[in-house]
């Protein structure tokens, strides 16, 4: 069993009308009873329990915790599928994840998603963060909304963006100024390992690489806050 334990993470997956359940409690402050009226009014049954219990299973709760059959989120869509929903729609977002190991840098990067209206996750189905369950805590629920695609090939999947119209560019801090690419249109940006960086055959396959300016003295921004930087510079030039 998996058991969601920060507020906004059970708050969302309810909001989302996901299926999950019962919500545990074992004391109830004034924010937890506020889910525990959420729950309610959206039908999830409750079963109270002591604190030691509930410790035992969830240790990280803080009162109460909420039952779920994965710590995913939203459920997933196969790439084939999103790209044959998007008919004639000139303008999607995707974000490609290439080996991103750090939870909490996979959940941030879900938070940024889901605030600039990223359309498609698109991960490696091994060795990435996804599962952890810090990811649903970091991302503040936003697991709960972004959709996500898993693929045991992403270099393919880069192949059939590409077949669908879209546009590939990779984060590099060498990469072009993100804001002197039209990043308009059906655009994917591939964001690679916290270490390596986005691996060779996948670079090939961008059509640029972007960068973000940066004048500090460390080497470069974090890969979540570099989503957030990037997601950003492409609503600017989507909102004119």
């Known amino acids: 069993m998996t058991f969601l334990t920060g507020f906004h993470a059970i708050e969302e997956r309810i909001k989302s009308g996901q299926s999950c359940g019962p919500l545990l409690v074992a004391k109830a402050g004034p924010r937890a009873k506020e889910i525990v009226t959420l729950a309610v009014n959206n039908k ?5 329990t002591g604190t030691f219990e509930l410790d035992g299973i969830a240790p990280d709760n803080k009162g109460i915790a909420l039952q779920v059959e994965d710590e995913s989120g939203k459920a997933d869509i196969s790439l084939e599928n999103f790209i044959a929903g998007l008919g004639d729609r000139k303008d999607s977002l995707v974000m490609i994840l290439d080996e991103i190991t750090d939870p909490h840098n996979y959940g941030a990067i879900l938070r940024s998603c889901d605030q600039f209206a990223v359309d498609l996750v698109v991960s490696r189905n091994r060795r990435n963060a996804k599962q952890a369950p810090i ?8 697991v709960s909304w972004v959709a996500q695609a898993e693929t045991p090939n992403l270099v393919r999947a880069m192949e059939d ?14 990469g072009e100024p993100v ?5 308009s249109g059906r655009t994917a940006l591939v964001l ?3 270490g390596g960086g986005i691996s ?28 957030g930087v990037l997601l950003y510079e492409v609503r600017r030039q989507r909102a004119k």
Do not use: H
Not at 44 to 48: A, D, G, K, N, S
Not at 135 to 142: E, F, L, P
Not at 207 to 218: F, T
């Open 44 to 48: 999830i049954r409750l079963e109270r």
């Open 135 to 142: 990811v649903s805590q970091t991302s503040a629920g936003a």
């Open 161 to 174: 963006l590409k077949e669908a119209g879209f546009w590939i560019y990779g984060a590099d801090m060498d």
């Open 179 to 183: 804001y002197k690419l039209d990043l």
């Open 192 to 194: 690679g390992s916290e």
């Open 200 to 227: 060779r055959l996948m670079r090939e396959k961008c059509d640029g690489m972007v960068g973000i300016p940066s004048y500090g003295k460390i080497d470069s921004l974090n890969v979540s806050v570099a989503a």
